[in-house]
């Protein structure tokens, strides 16, 4: 009742009110809704014959693109608040249509009413049915009522863009069944691809998203009209009414998105989660991260990873991190096809990728794509930017330790780009400024390089060349030097071969370094440097050959190259004899294919073989041990040796990729999927996080590539009303072939790697919660994560196990992970944001007594990670103040003041002990045991809309 009287109250008042009369001003506004149901009061109830006839050929369209091509062709205008007419469609086809009649067919199902006013403009009133004779006088405002306030999303002012009109295929040779519609996505402003667009058929599931180059590609009925949309965040929807007859292209460009001072809304494939094939996959965009809070003011994409769920950092200020309780090393990092084996500057304290440079990140924690293999835990995606190809454009920041500078032009316009970023440390002031005289008198820096140069020779193909670099050193006072470097380059080759099939080829080459200097003791001092080469080629194809398939096939060859170097002395004074670690060459080969079908609107199948063929090679002697002892130089009873590039073991086998989706709604769906991964490279590491004394190691006769299983079961919903994205996923994981460390193993001065692990059982499985807000004044996610990791390593012979044989939780257990990133939107200008991050302590093994015997005292201690470190909590706050909004404007600055961990709590990096007068006495260590100010300056040239 109090909803009917509000709203005939607010018809009268609003017609009374004709100086703000609500017409749209122009043809860029389809419909006018806000939170108050601001519907403009009708002149009259005009008779059924004042109605206009239309022609119609709609099927299945959205009632708003219905109301939208309405605007365009006719000029009629309909009012409605979006929240009424969320699901309707609208089906109808046929010329000389009476619209009022058509309205009334539509809406009455729905128990919703019209009125018309004349002159083409109606207005839904909802459940309130309006009659009688209201006079209301109007005049032409000179702008549109602002609207709601930013952040309302239950009711917006939406200038929605002209419907465009788009013919693919000539109308005289329709053809029947099925055919395929293609094309390429770019930005209008500066020609570079879009990547991550989503493709939507309105009024269907069907949907696509636009890969790294932009391509897309889906089967349709020929023959048919459709509603079709693009969006990308960052960047304004398009809206086609698409007359599809036959195969054929559909090149897009889409306008980067200007803040209105109405606009506050980004949307963008908002349904992607729903009706992709992804399971355990995460996609963020730069642009999502600019405001979060971190340490020391640095925009750091890694560290933003961390707080997605089922991901945990192995602890604060370090290196590499763990995927539902796998170790670091089984993660793959990829930067425009390049493998990054460190992803850390100064031990983990920052990232080695420069945010500038990138343009967006995929993290894939499960079903992953059959062209990825070689890891077991995830895949990280990384892609930069290709460049602008219209006009020259730069950017760059300074932080109380950072500086960076991008700059981009076009080489031939529309056509090829060259961009370039660097970054670099000037920490060593801050050193200089700390009162402990060891920091004092040590010193780091870091800087890394990139470069890409992208170019389209044709509408059907793109070429990139990548480049990347990176180098730290840090010198730690009169005890040890670091240094360590990743250098990489790729050459990518997209092509559309036809209008059913895409390729894409690369060249890929990646070099990691790592040298350490001990000179505490000159007499003892030694230096010792490794390397690690990989040189890749591979080529994969796309393709639309059968009804409703999508088929994916392709290969790889990865060539292996690893120097474990030797310890040499270091110095004149120097008395070590130098230890040769030995050299290792692997080569690993690789075929996959893999089929999506959709078998209706609803379910979808994924079905994928990936075949491994491995092969360890020489030259390299190959030690036999006895079978009754442990393995020791000492109990060696054979050497083979074999020759260059000869094989001295194969392994391999199938990868499997099993998924489904039954999507319920556009809105809802439930996912299930099976993987099995193999893992060739690993790290040799007794300690949790990469430290810079971790070396790489191959799958050799002695110790087997670790094979992991791992079953997922999803269910994901979207509430497109509140802007809200859900996911529920459990997972259970498996693997074989575990590599576990002997108590007390050296992996330092050990060139016989085999004598210091183990072979064991992983067991894993967990529940992952996300909440995600895509929309309004308050945006972010919440996340929390259930997950446990125990590790079995029972051999036959008592050396072979560790625990006596029974189960203890893996150091990567950590039961309960909580997150929240917020941001409030204050203003235009103004925001806040914030972070919560919550985890449990990770295992560890104390020491629990002291032992003598015969004289000899000894520590006796407890279970494999029987205890465990404090749990971990933090919390951060940022405020971010953009320039000046003018969208015209030769740059734009903007402010960011954090404080990271405000609580100033001492969290645990780790628990050590030290015997002090013949009693252990234990400690904790902290990295940031006070809350962290930081202001940092960002800028770019342009506007704020600029990318």
């Not at 992991?708 to 994981?733: C, H, M, T, V, W």
């Amino acid at each position: 009742m109090m909803n009917r009287i509000f709203t005939i109250l607010l018809l009268i008042l609003l017609s009374a009110a004709s100086a703000y009369s609500l017409q749209p001003a122009g043809n860029s506004t389809a419909y006018f809704c806000t939170e108050s149901s601001a519907i403009p009061s009708p002149a009259r109830q005009s008779s059924r014959d004042d109605h206009p006839l239309i022609t119609a050929s709609y099927k299945n369209t959205p009632f708003k693109v219905f109301v939208s091509d309405l605007k365009e062709r006719y000029g009629i205008t309909i009012y409605f608040r979006p929240e009424w007419v969320e699901e309707l469609t609208v089906t109808a086809s046929g010329d000389s249509i009476h619209l009022g009649t058509l309205l009334e067919d539509i809406l009455s199902p729905l128990d919703l009413h019209f009125v018309y006013r004349g002159k083409g403009q109606y207005f839904l009133t909802g459940t309130v049915s309006i009659t009688g004779d209201f006079m209301a006088v109007t005049t032409e405002p000179e702008e549109p009522d602002p609207g709601p306030e930013p952040g309302d999303i239950t009711g917006q002012y939406s200038y929605e863009k002209k419907i465009r009109h788009a013919t693919v295929g000539s109308p005289e040779n329709v053809r029947t069944g099925l055919a395929l519609l293609s094309g390429r996505i770019t930005s209008a402003t500066s020609g570079e691809p879009v990547p991550g667009a989503t493709v939507i058929i309105e009024g269907t599931s069907k949907g696509e998203i636009s890969d790294g180059e932009g391509f897309y590609a889906m089967r349709l009925e020929a023959g048919e009209t459709y509603n079709l949309t693009v969006s990308c965040m960052g960047m304004e929807k398009e809206t086609y009414i698409l007359d599809f007859n036959s195969t054929g292209t559909l090149n897009i460009e889409l306008q980067e998105q200007l803040i209105d001072i109405r606009e506050v809304v980004v949307k963008s494939g908002r349904h992607d989660n729903v009706r992709g094939m992804q399971m355990g996959f995460q996609r963020i965009d730069i642009r999502e991260i600019k405001s979060i809070p971190v340490v020391m003011g640095e925009r750091d994409i890694l560290k933003v990873a961390q707080l997605m769920p089922g991901v945990q950092n192995v602890g604060e200020g370090s290196s590499g991190f763990n995927v539902r309780g796998s170790g670091s090393d089984q993660n793959l990092f990829l930067i425009n096809e390049v493998p990054v084996l460190n992803t850390g500057h100064l031990f983990g304290f920052f990232s080695a990728f420069n945010s500038d440079m990138i343009s967006d990140f995929t993290l894939y924690k499960n079903n992953f794509p059959v062209e990825y293999g070689g890891r077991l835990a995830s895949i990280f995606e990384i892609s930069t930017r290709k460049g602008n190809k219209k006009k020259f454009g730069a950017r760059g920041g300074i932080s109380p330790v950072t500086a960076s500078l991008l700059a981009e032009t076009p080489i031939v316009n529309d056509r090829s780009s060259i961009v370039f970023a660097g970054r670099s440390t000037y920490s060593d002031w801050i050193l200089k400024r700390l009162d402990s005289p060891e920091l004092k008198s040590s010193n780091g820096s870091f800087y890394d390089l990139m470069t890409s140069i992208h170019v389209i020779p044709s509408e059907s193909s793109s070429l990139q060349v990548f480049g990347y670099y990176s180098k730290d050193r840090f010198a730690l006072a009169g005890t040890d030097r670091y240094m360590y470097e990743n250098a990489g380059s790729s050459v990518v080759y997209d092509r559309k071969l036809n209008e059913r099939w895409t390729m894409s080829s690369a060249a890929v080459f990646s070099r990691y370094t790592n040298q350490h200097t001990s000179i505490e003791n000159p007499f003892t001092a030694w230096q010792h440097r490794f390397i690690v080469n990989h040189r890749e080629l591979k080529t994969r194809v796309t393709g639309y050959k059968w009804s409703d398939h999508t088929i994916t096939a392709g290969a790889g060859i990865i060539s292996y190259a690893l120097n474990q170097g030797s310890y040499d002395p270091y110095g004149n004074e120097s008395i070590l004899a130098p230890l040769s670690l030995g050299r290792e060459q692997g080569l690993e080969l690789s075929f996959y294919g893999a089929d999506e079908y959709a078998i209706g609107d609803r379910l979808t199948l994924y079905g994928g073989i990936r075949l491994n063929l491995y092969k360890y090679l020489g030259p390299n002697n190959i030690y036999t041990y006895s079978p009754s002892l442990p393995k020791a130089p000492e109990h060696i009873t054979d050497t083979t040796s074999y020759k260059a590039l000869e094989t001295i073991e194969n392994r391999g086998g199938p990868d499997y990729r099993i998924s489904a989706n039954y999507t319920f709604s556009p809105t809802a769906s439930v996912k299930v999927s099976f993987n099995r991964m193999r893992q060739y490279l690993f790290m040799l590491s007794n300690t949790i996080a990469i430290s810079p004394t971790d070396r790489w190691k191959l799958a050799d006769p002695h110790i087997e590539p670790p094979l992991a299983d791992q079953f997922s079961l999803g269910f994901y919903k979207n509430l497109p009303r509140r802007a809200l994205e859900i996911s529920a996923e459990l997972y259970y994981k498996k693997t074989q072939n575990q590599v576990e460390y002997r108590d007390g193993a050296d992996l330092i001065l050990n060139p016989l790697f085999e004598t210091a692990v183990v072979r064991g059982e992983q067991e894993g499985w967990g529940a992952e919660i996300l909440l995600k807000r895509n929309a309004g004044r308050l945006t972010g996610w919440m996340s929390y994560t259930y997950s446990r990791s125990f590790v079995r390593v029972n051999g036959e012979n008592s050396w072979e196990k560790i625990n006596d044989g029974n189960v203890y939780p893996s150091n990567y257990d950590k039961p309960h992970s909580f997150n929240f990133v917020g941001t409030l939107r204050i203003s235009r200008r103004f925001s806040i944001s914030g972070n919560v991050v919550y985890s449990t302590g990770r295992p560890i093994t104390y020491p629990t007594g002291l032992i003598s015997i015969d004289g000899e005292r000894g520590i006796i201690y407890s279970g494999r990670n029987e205890y465990r470190i404090p749990d971990y909590f933090r919390a951060d706050v940022s405020l971010n103040i953009e320039g000046n909004l003018l969208k015209e404007k030769f740059a734009h600055g903007s402010w960011m003041i954090s404080v990271y961990n405000v609580t100033g709590r001492r969290n645990a990096y780790s628990v050590y002990f030290k015997n002090e007068g013949g009693s252990l006495k234990g400690y904790k260590l902290s990295i940031y045991g006070t809350p962290i100010f930081t202001v940092s300056y960002n800028f770019k040239l342009g506007n704020y809309a600029v990318n």
